[in-house]
């Protein structure tokens, strides 16, 4: 793929894009969290098991 045809995808990428609204920002940000205290105890556990 040279340059010109790469630019042109980014460029067709960013006229699509929008800025998510609050509301779906929110929503991403509340899942993203929950998914990293999940992974967080769950890494919590394992480390509390493997002393034991």
């Not at 067709?12 to 894009?17: F, P, V, W």
Request: aromatic share 4%; net charge positive; proline share 2%.
């Amino acid at each position: 793929m040279d340059i010109k045809t790469l630019i042109n995808k980014c460029v067709r990428i960013l006229y699509i894009s929008r800025k998510p609204t609050r509301e779906e920002f929110m929503e991403v940000a509340k899942i993203t969290s929950m998914g990293m205290v999940a992974i967080g105890l769950i890494g919590l556990i394992i480390s509390l098991v493997l002393k034991i």
